[in-house]
């Protein structure tokens, strides 16, 4: 690569590097957590994830339609060029054709994504099912794919818990995210759930299921490589906390409260899974 292309590639590295800083601390945190040689991978595939779930939450006043056709014109411009000028795109792109990341996982993503520009509700748990493999499944196994470097066997063995946390992650978010989902976007991810009258049923069996992802996922976590295993680790530990805080949140406030998980507690719970996995006490 010649000199010029490094300083693109560099800067569009830097450039998925500060869409995560920008949109998720927490995330952010993880990732610095990771070992230095795949920090910029993981970085990479979450800028592309964040801008594609940006023009479908957050471009209210403009042509979100249109933006998202262009921006997937665009992504799969830089997939077969292997170049684009937009940042974010040019260093997913890199990524994915450096770990062989799958097609048909990118093409998942955009699917559930375009399903949110007009798609209100979720009636089946099929539809819902569907939702969450392209939304969040997909994403852990594209991290997968950078974890175990190549490892095609490892990856494979792996992947169901790999899936599985993502679901969790995913599902913790739709409930901490209630109000604005439901208030600003008028979209209901759990099926026939009315989270108007969130029910304590309703709201046990939501928590009931996360947690069973969670356990599932914690299987293939204690297996990852020593390269991945603290990052992941600790967003495990992270969104854990957030689930437990929103078992303790009545159902009746669940629409009025957006769960959070304070900067002492954040720090608290790296030191203790940085010990965990120090001392192989996972």
Same mark, same amino acid.
């Given at each position: 690569?010649?000199?010029?292309?490094?300083?693109?590639?560099?800067?569009?590295?830097?450039?998925?590097?500060?869409?995560? %800083?920008?949109?998720?601390?927490?995330?952010?945190?993880?990732?610095?957590?990771?070992?230095?040689?795949? %920090?910029?991978?993981?970085?990479?595939?979450?800028?592309?994830?964040?801008?594609?779930?940006?023009?479908?939450?957050?471009?209210?006043?403009?042509?979100?339609?249109?933006?998202?056709?262009?921006?997937?014109?665009?992504?799969?411009?830089?997939?077969?060029?292997?170049?684009?000028?937009?940042?974010?795109?040019?260093?997913? %792109?890199?990524?994915?054709?450096?770990?062989?990341?799958?097609?048909h996982l990118v093409k998942a993503f955009m699917s559930s994504m375009r399903m949110d520009l007009t798609k209100l509700d979720y009636l089946s748990v099929e539809e819902y099912e569907q939702y969450i493999y392209g939304s969040a499944?997909?994403?852990?196994?594209?991290?997968?794919?950078?974890?175990?470097?190549?490892?095609?066997?490892?990856?494979?063995?792996?992947?169901?818990?790999?899936?599985?946390?993502?679901?969790?992650?995913?599902?913790?978010?739709?409930?901490?995210?209630?109000?604005?989902?439901?208030?600003?976007?008028?979209?209901?991810?759990?099926?026939?759930?009315?989270?108007?009258?969130?029910?304590?049923?309703?709201?046990?069996?939501?928590?009931?299921?996360?947690?069973?992802?969670?356990?599932?996922?914690?299987?293939?976590?204690? %297996?990852?490589?020593?390269?991945?295993?603290?990052?992941?680790?600790?967003?495990?530990?992270?969104?854990?906390?957030?689930?437990?805080?929103?078992?303790?949140?009545?159902?009746?406030?669940?629409?009025?409260?957006?769960?959070?998980?304070?900067?002492?507690v954040k720090l608290a719970l790296m030191v203790k899974s940085y010990m965990n996995v120090r001392f192989n006490m996972l």
């Amino acid at each position: 690569m010649n000199s010029n292309m490094q300083t693109y590639s560099d800067l569009a590295n830097s450039s998925s590097q500060a869409v995560t %800083q920008a949109y998720s601390t927490s995330f952010y945190s993880s990732v610095s957590m990771l070992d230095p040689s795949i %920090q910029s991978h993981i970085h990479n595939i979450y800028g592309f994830v964040r801008l594609a779930d940006e023009i479908v939450d957050s471009f209210l006043d403009y042509d979100q339609e249109a933006l998202f056709n262009k921006f997937e014109a665009d992504l799969y411009d830089a997939i077969i060029q292997k170049i684009s000028l937009n940042p974010v795109l040019h260093a997913f %792109q890199a990524t994915l054709h450096e770990y062989n990341i799958d097609i048909h996982l990118v093409k998942a993503f955009m699917s559930s994504m375009r399903m949110d520009l007009t798609k209100l509700d979720y009636l089946s748990v099929e539809e819902y099912e569907q939702y969450i493999y392209g939304s969040a499944d997909v994403v852990g196994l594209m991290c997968l794919k950078i974890f175990v470097n190549g490892d095609q066997s490892l990856y494979d063995h792996l992947k169901p818990s790999a899936m599985k946390l993502g679901s969790a992650f995913q599902k913790v978010n739709f409930l901490r995210d209630i109000k604005a989902d439901s208030e600003v976007l008028n979209r209901s991810y759990f099926p026939n759930v009315d989270f108007n009258n969130l029910s304590a049923d309703n709201k046990a069996a939501i928590i009931e299921d996360i947690e069973k992802d969670f356990e599932e996922a914690y299987v293939g976590i204690v %297996q990852l490589p020593q390269t991945a295993r603290f990052g992941v680790y600790t967003a495990y530990k992270y969104y854990m906390q957030l689930l437990k805080k929103l078992k303790r949140t009545p159902s009746s406030r669940i629409l009025d409260t957006r769960v959070r998980v304070k900067d002492h507690v954040k720090l608290a719970l790296m030191v203790k899974s940085y010990m965990n996995v120090r001392f192989n006490m996972l």
